[in-house]
């Protein structure tokens, strides 16, 4: 028998999301862009930036937070006898969620981790988001009632649950072999932002440092925002919420000790104050992140435990962020990108598509 997991309890969650709450605002202090200490999609377009998946040239950097999720996530696993390589089914279908879940946050700017952050930090903007992302949800929720599924999960070889962590090791071997040289703005085969939020970053050996940590206790915690919402909307459960508010306001509260918090909608860092918009993109992402099964952050989790249905949704994220800056979907501080508008409309009628028409059983 295993022990009890005081991570997993209401007061574990709630340590959780409290020290996220802590590290995302020490991050930004430290180097990381404003309002974006950790921001799961916004690190994961970063990286499809470095790698040339797109040459948006201010979103460039390959972030190593997003690494340590997944390496921390896989370490704890296998500590605690976690690690179960497995698989369901659909995966082209998980693949275009995530790709649709990260254009709906390039158009807000942000998955729900930078929202609360964004919150935290003073900026009214992220109200919009937060309530995109529940309505997205809600709709979700609906689907789920009705017996929407994407198949069941089947055992697999271990070779199948390894693949996105030894991805993430290859990530930091490229990253170590072509570090950015002063002033360039390619260093072997990995580019690197010069200007704007790419440019940004707290110290590489920190960055992976809190990234492994926190991967290792969102393991633990099954910290999920987008669960967080589900739960309580489902079955009036809040156990994941607790952690969801604790992140909140221990954000707030570190954000005003380090002095960077600053209320309002205008002039708010990496963000708009087109707020049909960021209403309507979080809502796209928040149906996408509830037909796939959890929020981006909790995609990198479960990957690093084995999953690789996580694993299809985080590399449609990832290949997502590139079709984002390469089509003109993504918005800027100067609003929505040129297209980006038709593809928050387009990803909603395809979600839709998604929820209707993969309900019942599944062959």
């Not at 040459?55 to 179960?84: D, H, N, T």
């Not at 990995?190 to 920190?206: C, T």
């Not at 980006?340 to 979600?351: F, Q, R, S, W």
Request: charged share 10%; proline share 4%; glycine share 16%.
């Amino acid at each position: 028998m295993q022990g009890e997991n005081i991570f997993a309890t209401r007061w574990g969650i709630i340590g959780v999301g409290a020290l996220i709450g802590i590290l995302a605002p020490l991050l930004q202090k430290l180097g990381n862009p404003g309002n974006m200490g950790i921001c799961v999609a916004c690190f994961e377009r970063d990286i499809a930036g470095a790698v040339g998946l797109h040459r948006a040239a201010v979103v460039q950097y390959l972030r190593p937070e997003i690494i340590g999720f997944v390496l921390g996530s896989m370490a704890a696993a296998y500590l605690f006898k976690e690690f179960r390589p497995r698989v369901g089914s659909a995966p082209i279908v998980r693949f275009i969620l995530g790709a649709f879940a990260m254009i709906g946050a390039l158009v807000f700017l942000g998955c729900p981790w930078r929202a609360v952050l964004r919150l935290a930090g003073g900026d009214g903007n992220a109200i919009l988001g937060l309530l995109g992302l529940t309505f997205g949800i809600w709709i979700g929720t609906l689907f789920l009632k009705k017996g929407y599924n994407l198949g069941r999960t089947q055992v697999t070889h271990a070779t199948v649950g390894w693949m996105l962590p030894l991805f993430m090791v290859g990530m930091f071997a490229l990253l170590l072999m072509f570090p950015q040289v002063p002033e360039q703005a390619k260093s072997g085969v990995l580019f690197y932002s010069l200007k704007g939020p790419g440019a940004m970053h707290a110290p590489l050996l920190l960055s992976l440092v809190v990234g492994l940590g926190i991967g290792f206790l969102a393991q633990r915690s099954r910290f999920c925002t987008m669960g967080a919402i589900r739960d309580t909307v489902l079955f009036g459960q809040t156990h994941l919420l607790s952690g969801f508010i604790a992140l909140t306001v221990v954000a707030f509260l570190t954000n005003l000790l380090l002095g960077q918090f600053k209320a309002g909608f205008a002039g708010q860092p990496v963000a708009h104050t087109m707020h049909i918009w960021n209403f309507a993109g979080m809502a796209l992402a928040g149906l996408a992140f509830a037909l796939a099964g959890g929020c981006p952050g909790r995609q990198l989790f479960l990957a690093g435990e084995g999953d690789g249905d996580a694993a299809v949704f985080v590399m449609g994220m990832i290949v997502g962020a590139g079709f984002a800056h390469n089509f003109g979907l993504a918005s800027s501080p100067k609003g929505v990108g040129p297209h980006g508008i038709a593809a928050v409309v387009v990803g909603l009628l395809v979600c839709l598509f998604i929820g209707f028409t993969m309900r019942g059983k599944s062959a």
